[in-house]
């Protein structure tokens, strides 16, 4: 429903804008004088507005970034591994791939409700795309699982049930099958 109303914002901005453009358009075929003056004023009422809007947009939306203050300890810290073509999450770290079979096929994580949890994503052999899913199939987070670093993402998961890992990044043959799990109590 959201994206629909997005649409037909994305549409009434586009008619203004090809109004506008149509208008400067044709009123340009007759030659006249610019008072210069003038057209500096409306530049800078212009910008004005234009600063305006953007701080308010600024304004509204900031303050509602999912992301926890830096400062804040995870109260559960969960060891990622992407490999073709899986997730191997894990309590403990994942240091080989024996370690990672282990943690691809056994009990899924459990993550705490309301808590703090951060992810430690690495890749052993190529890019993934990290992307957690909510038992109602809504994408919440997204990071990259690279070779040799280790990204950090940290989300609050209020909603108890399982989530799904997903790869977001085409990385071979058996793409479509790279999943992961953990459940939220």
């Keep these: 429903m959201?994206?629909?109303?997005?649409?037909y914002i994305f549409l009434i901005a586009a008619g203004l804008l090809i109004a506008a453009f149509?208008?400067?358009?044709?009123?340009?075929?007759?030659?006249?004088?610019i008072n210069m003056q003038s057209a500096y004023g409306l530049r800078k009422l212009l910008f004005f507005v234009v600063l305006a809007v953007l701080v308010l947009g600024i304004g509204m939306t900031l303050g509602k970034t999912p992301y926890?203050?830096?400062?804040?300890?995870?109260?559960k810290v969960v060891f990622v591994v992407g490999k073709q073509f899986s997730f191997a999450l894990s309590d403990t770290p994942i240091t080989?791939?024996?370690d990672y079979e282990a943690r691809t096929y056994g009990i899924p994580v459990q993550v705490p409700a309301g808590s703090?949890?951060?992810f430690r994503v690495i890749s052993f052999d190529v890019n993934h795309s990290f992307a957690v899913?909510?038992?109602?199939?809504?994408?919440?987070?997204?990071?990259?699982?690279?070779?040799?670093?280790?990204n950090r993402l940290r989300v609050r998961f209020d909603q108890?049930?399982?989530?799904?890992?997903?790869?977001l990044e085409l990385c071979g043959m058996?793409?479509?099958?790279?999943?992961?799990v953990f459940d939220v109590n």
């Design 160 to 167: 108890p049930g399982r989530y799904y890992v997903l790869c």
């Design 174 to 180: 058996g793409h479509h099958r790279m999943r992961g």
């Design 133 to 150: 899913y909510s038992p109602d199939d809504h994408l919440l987070a997204q990071t990259q699982a690279m070779p040799g670093y280790v």
């Design 96 to 98: 080989n791939d024996q």
């Design 68 to 75: 926890p203050k830096a400062n804040e300890l995870p109260g």
């Design 2 to 7: 959201i994206q629909m109303h997005a649409f």
């Design 22 to 33: 149509l208008y400067v358009a044709l009123s340009t075929r007759n030659a006249r004088e």
């Design 116 to 118: 703090l949890t951060e």
